[in-house]
């Protein structure tokens, strides 16, 4: 036998000797499958959860970041999309699911994220100051007629300023009449006119002061004012001789004190008090339970009944219209920009005439007190070497679900201890505006952790103190949106900034994580991973030996004998 057939010999000999036959082949490959896929899938589906996790930390990849330009810009939603698909699913087994869920989550986020009172959209954080550009158009907007330099008599007017970061304005003169079913502002032009409306015949307007969030200006009604050429006029069912019409929106962030007073009131005060009255305020949007609210303070811009834009469908007639509030900045009304100089006190001045008057600080009757008021807790210490006759009051404002104080009891004993008898406000949104102005103006000493509520300290007195107890990581908002407008209406402001130990953040991340030790690295990413752990995760336990300093300062502030009042 040769050597070749030998091998052949070797190789059929061996099926017989030691291989398994077919059928059980078969069924390792069968139980071979049945252990290796759900490994696989397993695996698949934590490379999957490791992503999610790191799109949810303040340590989320670059990629993750949303655009400047907008709140939620197709670019953000395509990219995150395409990122999740490709690290989550690169056998593109559950791409579109995968993308549809972390896309309704970020939607989910965005929407509460409405509810705050810091832009959307702006990473910085920083306030923009408004600033006056002179032009005819604004000129006849504040009603410095003799500034304008157009020539107005007997002529059908239309302009628009658009000069300003925060919000547009357009002015219109003639023979004006409402279209709300097309949202539009007509303005005639009759044969006698010379010249057609300038300097365009279309202008669209937006009538709210964030213009430059995107986001939110395109979620309000656009409004189109636009010239007529001859055909027959629409017939007038109220007509408002010699009054002028003011429009402006109660969309976006609306329902939010912050946003209610910065955005809205403030602005609206602005750009109507110069009438004394004598103007019709039209509202977009409008909303009954924001009446509801305003209506004391809307009484004394307004002469008139408000004229819900949307759904009231008879046509007003004006001869003089202003579409759009002008906005100076946060919580603020700069003297310089207004033709007769006044000034956020004076705002506070028409907020206490609105609301009743100049309130004494006296103790409510605790049968009378509104829910949202707790019974007063008197001082167990009073000076009366240091105060006389004064039990100075400080209004502790609380909050429920963020930024909660941990350890409120203790400082409540604190303050009482210090020497003031103390009122805890728990602001709910049904609460009578009125009675909450009236709670604050009978306290020398305002407290609270940083929130929309801090919006109170308008309502308080000349020389009060406002205390801000201030979380890791919103140091700059503290201090843009409400310490500087607090001093502007010269209030002795106090920032309490609490330390690592003092947030609930310690327990939740390392000591060593930047979230705690370099709060930039969250902050400088951007509004949402900011707002997920500073604001929505984030609770206070203030040090009460460093606290009761604090305490000490505010009570000697309005106890001691030069009390501070410093006009800026």
């Not at 934590?46 to 990629?63: H, I």
């Not at 969030?213 to 656009?222: A, F, S, V």
């Not at 069912?237 to 962030?253: A, C, H, I, K, T």
């Not at 209610?260 to 004598?278: C, H, K, M, N, V």
């Amino acid at each position: 036998m040769n050597r070749q057939q030998k091998t052949k010999s070797v190789v059929f000999a061996a099926p017989t000797q030691g291989a398994r036959p077919p059928i059980i082949e078969k069924e390792r490959k069968i139980y071979f499958l049945h252990r290796v896929l759900p490994l696989l899938l397993l695996m698949i589906y934590a490379v999957g959860s490791v992503l999610r996790l790191t799109l949810s930390s303040p340590f989320a990849s670059s990629f993750v970041q949303p655009s400047a330009s907008s709140s939620c810009t197709n670019s953000y939603c395509i990219r995150l999309h395409t990122c999740v698909s490709l690290w989550v699913c690169p056998f593109g087994l559950c791409s579109n699911s995968i993308s549809s869920l972390v896309s309704v989550e970020w939607r989910k986020d965005m929407e509460f994220s409405l509810k705050t009172q810091i832009p959307a959209e702006t990473n910085h954080l920083r306030a923009h100051e408004e600033k006056q550009h002179g032009s005819p158009c604004a000129a006849l907007v504040d009603g410095r007629t003799e500034e304008a330099a157009v020539k107005i008599d007997g002529l059908a007017l239309v302009c628009c300023d658009r000069s300003h970061v925060r919000s547009d304005l357009c002015y219109a003169r003639g023979d004006i009449r409402t279209d709300s079913p097309s949202s539009s502002i007509l303005v005639y032009v009759s044969g006698n006119d010379t010249a057609p409306p300038v300097p365009a015949a279309v202008e669209r307007i937006r009538p709210y002061t964030r213009k430059w969030e995107t986001g939110i200006t395109n979620t309000i009604l656009e409004i189109t004012i636009r010239s007529a050429h001859g055909g027959r006029r629409k017939v007038c069912d109220v007509r408002q001789e010699g009054v002028p019409g003011l429009v402006f929106s109660n969309g976006g962030y609306t329902g939010n004190l912050y946003h209610d007073f910065s955005d809205g009131l403030i602005p609206l005060y602005i750009t109507a008090q110069r009438f004394r009255g004598e103007v019709v305020l039209v509202v977009a949007e409008y909303h009954t339970w924001w009446l509801t609210r305003y209506r004391l303070v809307l009484e004394r811009l307004t002469n008139y009944k408000l004229v819900d834009f949307r759904r009231d469908t008879r046509v007003h007639c004006f001869s003089e219209m202003i579409v759009g509030l002008r906005i100076h900045g946060e919580l603020t009304i700069d003297p310089h920009l207004m033709p007769n100089d006044k000034s956020i006190r004076d705002f506070r001045t028409f907020l206490r005439e609105g609301f009743g008057g100049a309130v004494q600080p006296t103790a409510v009757p605790r049968a009378q007190s509104p829910s949202f008021l707790r019974p007063l807790q008197r001082s167990s210490r009073h000076d009366r070497r240091q105060c006389g006759n004064l039990r100075p009051r400080i209004a502790i404002l609380i909050r429920k679900g963020c930024r909660v104080l941990l350890n409120r009891k203790e400082v409540t004993r604190a303050c009482q201890k210090t020497g003031f008898d103390v009122q805890i406000i728990e602001p709910r949104r049904g609460a009578p505006l009125a009675a909450r102005h009236h709670a604050l103006a009978s306290a020398e000493v305002m407290l609270a952790v940083h929130g929309a509520a801090m919006t109170h300290f308008l309502f308080m007195r000349p020389a009060s103190v406002l205390i801000q107890v201030v979380p890791l990581g919103l140091e700059r908002p503290a201090e843009e949106f409400y310490g500087q407008p607090a001093r502007r209406l010269g209030l002795e402001y106090i920032a309490y900034s609490i330390t690592p130990e003092e947030s609930s953040l310690s327990k939740l991340y390392d000591r060593r994580s930047p979230v705690i030790v370099n709060t930039r690295v969250v902050t400088s990413k951007g509004w949402l991973e900011m707002k997920k752990i500073y604001l929505d995760r984030q609770n206070v336990r203030v040090n009460l030996e460093r606290f009761k300093k604090v305490l000490e300062r505010a009570h000697a502030s309005v106890c001691g004998p030069q009390k501070i009042y410093k006009p800026l």
